[in-house]
């Protein structure tokens, strides 16, 4: 069993789990190593002669060391031993066509190593040439306000915590929402969370629960945050508005006006490391800018001197699947700024 193959093992068993819209359809095989936790993985790649080698049975202790791994369900262990993800930029190369279209990967593109016929072949797209982003070369974008601070003399200063701000958002009458709303959807997550993701507005499924992303598009964004490794507990998770406008129409700038204080004093009791903003009503509301999503992501912003990460809403790739490729890399990139804050880099 080669690297490629025990990958797709565990990527089907992922799929399984119904993790599958995201990671399967986006991942590359060089993501899915470093997701996997396997550093430098070009570099631990093995030549075509030793990889013919490696398929004889007994004629590598790496590939005996990964069978055992394996066996005991350690996939990390097992790729890792394997220096899996040798070939996984020629994909890329002898298919280019594959590059200008997620969907267009295709089972008939040349691959080193095809796997066995039981196993299922899956699907990964080849890497598009340049289309991921290393945070050192992401271009800084807008900054909203001075660095962090400057919030802290806001009307709502006085709210001292999550749970002040969650019990004034139940309180609140500043705009009409409340009196058509059943809950308040304040937010969740870990009071002491470093990431923190903003949507636009409480859907149905929120405001009947009083929480925020828990609909489809909410099952789609734990998804998406699991595939960087946030479990969605560790992250908190809130909204342009705090109450659902009805009919899920797109919210008033009054009521924006009205309700984004609670998020502000909520982005300046958190203080987290990066905001990733979903879709195109939190990233225009928090850049105070007109620009469309597509020109906002992949750059880093900077909103009080916290980093900034524009993506699309998952109820957006819902609708549109190809926007999915374009996610991921910002959400990885909003993952990198996130590590390399906690290293102080
Ligand atoms: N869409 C949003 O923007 N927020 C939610 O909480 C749910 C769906
Ligand atoms: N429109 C939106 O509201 N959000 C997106 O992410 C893309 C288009």
């Known amino acids: 069993m080669d690297g490629r193959e025990l990958l797709r093992r565990y990527l089907e068993q992922r799929r399984e789990l119904g993790e599958s ?26 030549s075509a002669g030793e990889s013919a080698a490696a398929r004889t049975p007994s004629a590598n202790p790496a590939r005996s060391a ?30 280019p066509a594959a590059a200008d279209s997620p969907s267009a990967a295709t089972p008939s593109s040349t691959d080193a190593a095809p796997p066995p016929a039981k196993v299922p072949r899956l699907e990964m797209p080849a890497p598009v040439a340049g289309a991921a982003i290393p945070h050192e070369n992401a271009p800084p974008g807008l900054v909203v306000g001075s660095p ?88 908190f998770i809130c909204n342009v508005l705090k109450h659902r406008p009805p009919g899920n129409r797109n919210p008033a700038p009054e009521e924006v006006k009205a309700c984004s ?26 850049l105070q800018t007109t620009t469309p999503i597509g ?12 980093p900034l990460i524009v993506t699309y ?9 190809s926007w999915k490729r374009p996610t991921w890399e910002d959400v990885q990139l909003a993952r990198r700024i996130f590590d390399s804050a906690a290293s102080g880099a």
Request: hydrophobic fraction near 45%; aromatic fraction near 4%.
């Open 66 to 95: 990964a069978e055992a791994a394996a066996q005991g369900g350690d996939w990390r262990e097992a790729l890792r031993a394997m220096g899996a993800g040798r070939d996984a930029a020629p994909t890329a190369a002898k298919n």
């Open 21 to 46: 819209e995201f990671v399967l359809d986006n991942l590359s095989v060089e993501d899915a190593l470093k997701a996997l936790g396997v550093r430098n993985a070009a570099a631990l790649g093995t």
């Open 148 to 235: 962090m601070g400057e919030l802290l003399d806001g009307p709502l200063a006085h709210l001292g915590s999550l749970d002040d701000i969650a019990a004034a958002v139940k309180a609140c009458t500043q705009c009409g929402l409340y009196a058509g709303a059943k809950n308040p959807v304040p937010g969740e997550g870990n009071p002491k969370a470093q990431f923190v993701c903003v949507g636009e507005a409480p859907g149905a499924t929120e405001d009947e629960t009083g929480r925020p992303f828990v609909g489809a598009a909410g099952q789609l964004l734990t998804k998406i945050l699991a595939a960087v490794n946030l479990p969605r507990e560790d992250v």
């Open 261 to 286: 204080p609670f998020l502000l004093r909520q982005l300046e009791l958190l203080q987290p490391r990066v905001i990733l903003a979903l879709g195109t009503f939190a990233a225009q509301t928090l």
């Open 313 to 321: 809403h998952p109820a957006a790739l819902l609708r549109n699947p």
């Open 295 to 306: 020109k906002l992501r992949g750059q880093v912003h900077r909103f009080h001197g916290i």
